[in-house]
């Protein structure tokens, strides 16, 4: 008689060679050939991707984070063109929101972070994997509107924040595919061989956030994530009006930081990386400055949060375009020495980020609710979904339907011949 | 069972195996063949040759510099400045100075009246900055008719003189058929007054002066002179311009990888409901101020054709310039101005000015409900199509469509009546130059203080110009009707513009300078004409363009292809192995066109390369996710080969042991029958 369990590790065996040998070779490892550190270039702009992957109802806090760190750039001077917005789900009109068109990050609901204000360039079904990567690299249809893309250049610092559910190397997207650190780390590298930032800071708030960026080789990165690998991060109070949990104890105390930085602060980002504690946020605060030239203490935190321009003088005017003595006010010129004043951008005047009231020590209140799948084995199995424009599924697909209709074919067949032979 | 001389079960074993091999043999390459990705083969070779090639080769292109010393008819020419010695000297004393990087001829022309004897290097190449010294280059004498020089309208320093021997010289360099770009003429001038200024015209040359009666006798002085101020002359101007090679290190020349740059135009009124200034003398202005709002419009389509149109044209070598514009009302500056009774006007302190543009202003492109998108570029058959600033070529074409051009944005700032006039301060409380400030890569701003002066022009319709705008043909403005700018105001805004742009494109005059008082020769240079850019400015600023492009196509080339090598799963479209093809044949075009010298050629196609190169690296079709780890191709294939497979081959197993069984029967029953 048939044996069916030593067959049956003997067909795993071969399925398992099979599968291996038909796949292409692996993916090569980065070359980490580090670039020579060159001087940096002259900081000329500012840009901020702030993402919010979690769909439904039920991760306000998330849509509320980026949110709340939208506000923050905003209010230091970025302005809304040089912000890409991501919300997976639009929770100010979700009618189970008791404040229609209203997102809170705090419980009193002094401030409505949803203002009559916000751009949001990629929203609902918007929110993907690809989308995020091809706002990193530049590559999008040329149909994509301006105010779409990420302009960025080698005087760009570029922040980006990333808010959702996670774990050990991967960022949850909408609840159906993943954002895998090496995507982040290939997307960066790109950036990095495209001169599309000059330093750029990768801020993660979610559960086993180091991992995301354990993969990043570029140079003048930055990282900072909410907690370590094997920890989850985890929400702030619970807001009874609402029913659920408004903000991330990590987000939440990054505001509260920036509540008391304006456009002239000169508080550096060590300033800002002092101020995670792990009684307030449930999991340790990780940074990653491996890949970063410059001394934290002396790089102020309006670098990456905030927008700086320098206004240069105007040169003399040629008077060659008409007569221009008879303009009225040119009595007024006089030469002017050439002085270069770099000075930080408009500090916008809405009011601050959010409530500082509500005291730090009262965090122990806080629940988790965080639904962090823990360990790498949820990144092995399942269809990486959602690729179009690539043949691979639909490849994938077609060979499975052939193979499946020859084998029906042949077992048709195989029962016809073998029909009388048994019989 | 009957005995046969076949054993049995052979049928069965071969019915099986014919399953599994239809299986194997025709399912398993129909797979492969499905799901196998499509990518051009691109010449990984070829492009690593350009890659080291651009790291290796001087991209710049070459300069020639001729000195003609102009010698009033019946002098002798002593022995130090014949030419050939004059060329000893001119050549060792910029081999000393290294004002610019890359190649670099030098000749003498002797002038005197209408005979020419030329010197130049006999081997043009060899004569270099780098490896000049007298003794190495062998020179020849040319001797030829030429213009005479000695009638040059050469008479004081003003301005208007000077623009007049600018234009006179100009015409003679036409005539010798030099000035062609990379072609510069230093004229040593004779005049009855020696000045030691090098003045630097609009064109491809500059003029010194001397004074024909001292210089014979002290040769030395001249030849000292004329090599510092050809010394000067390159370093400044006819070389590489050393703000550009800043800025192009930086690789913030305001234009973008496809070569397009959008000037986006806005008309700011802070407030047009504004009551009316009291400073205003005019008691009536007051009164019609309060009573009916002043908004301020522009007829830009005039504005673009009168005065940025030739700014564009002059450009169109560097960058495809389009245009746009927008008016917005109602939008106060985040520092609104202090009363300041000494400047009896507002002011906004230096301090204060980078808080002036409130990143609420609506001034990014593309925002704007009417835009003037318009090629004003020199192939204007294209602009037709509407699209802003459309190549010809498609590989260009693709690229435009696939990179934003760069924008800058010009903002004329209008204040409110009430706090009007705005002032702009600059250090130690000085009034700011023109009012207006730049910022770099973003743009400039001007604030226009018009609220007195077109409030009173609109009491007095007849000194409108007509051809500002249609609205004014009528006798009296209407209360709702918005008031244009003026001529004046649009002469004004354009020279802050060009003066702008120059200083975005890092040739701005003056800047580079700065060390000059202990120079041999003072350096001047005139201001180009309406068109914004001087000739020699074009030449550094394409000079720099052509050289960055090519080296940068090369380097997204190789980026590219160690992209696609290290990538197995990526997909491509034919249309990127085209564009590499396009990119790789363009830099071999640019590399010849450097070596020969050809500006125009070689910024043309090394632009193309660029744009070629940037097109296919960024081409959206390239996989956006393209981290495809194994362990998810495990998961996709294991559900499927699965369960295929595991009643296959347990089908395939179970006739075998059958066959195997049956055989032993077989063989046993023969054994024991036979």
């Not at chain 2, 706090?419 to 770099?440: A, E, Q």
Request: proline share 6%; glycine share 6%; net charge negative.
């Amino acid at each position: 008689m048939l044996q069916p369990r030593s067959d049956a590790a003997w067909l795993l065996a071969l399925l398992a060679c099979a599968a291996i040998l038909t796949s292409a070779l692996a993916h090569d490892q980065q070359q980490q050939q580090q670039q020579q550190q060159q001087q940096l270039q002259p900081h000329t702009s500012n840009w901020a991707v702030l993402v919010a992957t979690s769909k439904y109802w039920y991760n306000y806090r998330h849509i509320a984070n980026a949110l709340s760190f939208y506000r923050t750039v905003k209010r230091l001077g970025i302005p809304d063109s040089n912000i890409i917005l991501m919300l997976a789900e639009d929770v100010a009109c979700n009618p189970r929101n008791a404040y229609p068109g209203q997102v809170f990050n705090d419980e009193s609901h002094r401030l409505n972070v949803y203002g009559s204000n916000v751009e949001v360039d990629y929203r609902g079904s918007e929110v993907t994997v690809e989308n995020f990567i091809r706002v990193l690299t530049g590559r999008h249809d040329p149909a994509m509107p301006r105010p779409k893309r990420m302009l960025s250049d080698k005087g760009s610092n570029v922040l980006i924040y990333i808010s959702g559910h996670g774990g050990n190397e991967f960022m949850k997207f909408q609840d159906v595919e993943e954002l895998m650190a090496q995507d982040v780390a290939d997307a960066i590298q790109q950036m990095h061989e495209k001169g599309r930032y000059r330093e750029l800071l990768l801020v993660a708030e979610t559960c086993q956030a180091a991992t995301l960026y354990s993969k990043i080789t570029s140079p003048n990165v930055l990282a900072m994530a909410s907690s370590l690998k094997g920890e989850s991060s985890y929400s702030y109070l619970t807001d009874m009006d609402v029913g659920l949990s408004l903000i991330d104890r990590f987000t939440w105390s990054t505001l509260d930081f920036f509540e008391r930085v304006d456009i002239h602060s000169r508080l550096s980002l060590a300033q800002l990386m002092q101020i995670y504690r792990y009684e307030v946020l449930d999991s340790h605060f990780h940074y990653d400055a491996s890949h970063y030239p410059r001394p934290l203490d002396t790089v102020p935190v309006t670098d990456f949060f905030g927008s700086v321009s320098s206004i240069q003088p105007t040169p003399a005017l040629n008077s060659t375009a008409g007569d221009s003595d008879s303009w009225s006010y040119s009595s007024y010129s006089s030469s002017e020495a050439a002085q270069e004043l770099d000075v930080r951008r408009p500090a916008a005047v809405s009011s601050a980020g959010h409530a500082s009231s509500s005291s730090s020590s009262s965090s122990q209140d806080g629940y988790s609710d965080c639904s962090c799948s823990v360990g790498s084995s949820a990144v092995a199995v399942g269809p990486v979904q959602d690729l179009p424009g690539s043949i691979v599924d639909t490849g994938v697909y077609l060979g499975m339907a052939a193979v499946a209709s020859m084998v029906l074919v042949a077992s048709v067949v195989a029962a016809r011949i073998m029909a009388p032979l048994l019989s | 069972m009957a005995n046969s001389s076949r054993p049995p079960g052979t049928k069965r074993l071969w019915v099986i195996s014919s399953i599994v091999a239809y299986v194997v043999f025709a399912g398993i390459p129909i797979w492969w063949a499905t799901t196998s990705l499509h990518r051009p083969p691109l010449p990984h070779e070829a492009i690593a040759a350009a890659e080291a090639d651009a790291g290796n080769r001087s991209a710049l292109l070459p300069v020639a510099l001729q000195l003609v010393l102009v010698v009033p008819a019946g002098s002798e020419l002593p022995d130090e400045l014949q030419p050939d010695r004059m060329l000893a000297a001119v050549q060792a004393a910029v081999a000393a100075a290294q004002p610019l990087q890359g190649p670099l001829q030098l000749s003498i022309t002797i002038n005197t009246a209408g005979s020419c004897s030329q010197v130049l290097p006999r081997h043009p190449g060899v004569c270099s900055s780098s490896s000049s010294s007298s003794g190495v280059c062998t020179q020849q004498v040319q001797q030829q008719a030429c213009p005479d020089l000695s009638a040059a309208p050469v008479a004081g320093g003003s301005r208007q003189q000077q623009q007049q021997l600018d234009a006179w010289l100009q015409q003679q360099q036409q005539l010798q058929s030099l000035g062609t770009p990379g072609q510069y003429t230093l004229f040593v001038l004779p005049d009855t007054s020696s000045s030691s200024t090098v003045v630097v015209g609009r064109s491809r040359h500059a003029w010194l002066t001397y004074q024909p009666s001292g210089a014979l006798q002290q040769p030395q002085q001249l030849l000292q002179a004329t090599a510092a101020a050809a010394v000067r002359v390159l370093s400044c101007c006819f070389g590489l311009h050393s703000n550009v090679a800043a800025l192009a290190a930086a690789d913030s020349l305001p234009v973008s990888a496809a070569g397009h740059t959008q000037l986006s135009f806005s008309l700011l009124h802070a407030d047009p409901l504004a009551p009316g200034s009291s400073s205003s003398s005019n008691k009536d202005s007051i009164e019609a101020a309060a009573q009916h709002p002043l908004h301020y419009t522009w007829d830009f389509d005039v504005f673009e054709q009168q005065h940025l149109a030739p700014i564009a044209a002059s450009l169109a070598p560097v960058s495809h310039i389009s245009i746009e514009s927008q008016l917005l009302y109602f939008t106060p500056a985040r520092t609104p101005g202090s009363w300041s009774s000494k400047h009896s006007a507002f002011v906004v302190k230096q301090s204060q000015l980078p808080f002036f543009v409130d990143s609420d202003w609506a001034v990014e492109s593309g925002r704007a409900v009417m835009q003037h998108n318009r090629t004003s570029s020199s192939s204007s058959s294209s602009s037709s199509s509407g699209t802003a600033g459309m190549l010809s070529s498609s590989a260009n074409t693709a690229a435009a469509a696939v990179l934003e051009s760069h924008v800058l944005h010009f903002l004329v700032y209008v204040p409110a009546a009430d706090k009007s006039p705005l002032l702009l301060l600059g250090p130690k409380g000085k009034v700011r130059n023109s009012n207006s400030f730049w910022i770099p890569s973003w743009g400039g701003v001007l604030v226009l203080n018009l609220a007195n002066e077109i409030a009173a022009a609109s009491t007095d319709t007849g000194e409108f110009d007509h051809d500002e705008g249609d609205s004014e043909g009528g006798q009296s403005r209407l209360p709702w009707q918005p008031l244009p700018l003026q001529q004046q105001h649009y002469q004004h805004i354009t020279a802050v513009v060009i003066a702008q742009l120059q200083a975005l494109f890092g040739v701005a005059p003056g800047t580079s300078s700065s060390s000059s008082s202990t120079e041999v020769v003072q350096l001047q240079q005139l201001p180009a004409g309406a068109a914004g850019f001087s000739k020699w400015q074009m030449d550094a600023l394409l000079r720099q363009r052509a050289g960055a492009d090519v080296q940068e196509a090369a380097r997204v080339l190789g980026s590219l292809s160690r992209l696609v090598q290290q990538l197995p799963n990526l997909e491509m479209p034919d249309l990127i192995g085209q564009q590499v093809e396009q990119a790789l044949s363009d830099i071999h075009s640019a590399w010849q066109h450097i070596a020969a010298g050809d500006y125009h050629a070689a910024g043309a196609a090394a632009a193309a390369a660029r744009a070629a190169a940037e097109a296919a690296f960024l081409h959206p079709s390239v996989l956006a996710q393209l981290n495809f780890p194994d362990s998810h191709k495990l998961g996709v294939y294991m559900p499927l080969f699965l369960p295929v497979s595991v009643p296959l081959l347990q089908g395939f197993v179970l006739q075998l042991r059958h066959y195997v069984k049956r055989r032993r029967e077989y063989t046993a029953a023969l054994r024991a029958g036979g």
